[in-house]
């Protein structure tokens, strides 16, 4: 098993946050944030492949990483877990829901890809440049955009290993398993779905979708919000993920 790389900050209840295809950069504060806040003992590893990380070849699919994320959980003896995951990271966090949840309380994800809805699909990322993807990915996109040619070399390679690792995982333009909609029927974690009003990657009735295809999930709406909360309005979503953790977990402090 791949030994993946994460960082940890706080003590108190564990969370695993899981990144989207931007790295785990763009999780970063938000677990900051989460560890300041709260009792929290926040984890934020990096998928294999982003942030300059080598990806090993067995490792290609989004099932193969939420195996690699229980795996973790077990290595770390983490109880009362609650995963948190944004984009390509609430994917991974719901095909986690599906495999061996004993560690897991609580599930939040956070304008999440990964199932098929006729009528709404996610944007094909790879067909966008990066002014585009801004533009689609926040409320006030002028506050969050990425120019590529003022990086340095390096900044540039991480930047496109991620995007080559998002292909690999997400296959190239899908963003999306045709099974996972109806597989997800089978969850019996608490879930909640958190969704920016604002999101043009995947919109709103997308994520209502996402929260109909598993059983007594909640649907939460952040207003003024795009694809990104934990960059945009990080505190709104501070409050709904922590109510929801709180509400569910096992344990007391």
């Known amino acids: 098993m791949h030994n993946v790389p994460y960082t940890e900050r706080g003590t108190g209840r564990p969370f695993l946050v899981l990144h989207g295809g ?25 998928h294999p492949g982003f942030g300059g990380t080598p990806r090993p070849d067995s490792c290609t699919t989004v099932g193969d990483l939420a195996r690699l994320y229980v795996a973790l959980l077990d290595r770390l003896d983490l109880d009362d877990v609650t995963v948190v995951g944004n984009s390509i990271g609430g994917w991974i966090a719901a095909e986690m829901a599906l495999l061996d949840t ?18 709404h699909p996610v944007v094909d990322f790879f067909a966008l440049t990066f002014p585009e993807i801004a533009q689609r990915s926040y409320y006030e996109p002028d506050k969050f955009l990425i120019d590529p040619s003022t ?14 690792a998002l292909s ?27 969704w920016g009003d604002h999101d043009r990657i995947a919109d709103p009735d997308y994520g209502r979708a996402y929260a109909n295809a598993i059983p007594n999930a909640e649907f939460v709406l952040l207003t003024e919000t795009g694809h990104l909360p934990q960059l945009e309005t990080p505190k709104r979503l501070l409050g709904a993920v922590w109510e929801f953790a709180d509400a569910h977990a096992r344990h007391r402090p």
């Open 151 to 164: 990086m340095t070399p390096e900044q540039q390679a991480v930047l496109a290993g991620n995007r080559a």
């Open 102 to 119: 004993a560690r897991i309380s609580s599930v939040a994800l956070v304008d999440a890809v990964g199932i098929e809805v006729p009528g």
């Open 168 to 194: 690999v995982y997400a296959g190239d333009t899908s963003m999306m398993d045709p099974t996972l909609r109806e597989r997800l029927s089978a969850a019996t974690l608490p879930t909640r779905v958190i």
């Open 22 to 46: 931007g790295g785990p950069q763009t999780v970063a504060g938000f677990a900051d944030l989460l560890a300041a806040e709260h009792d929290a003992h926040v984890f934020t590893p990096i």
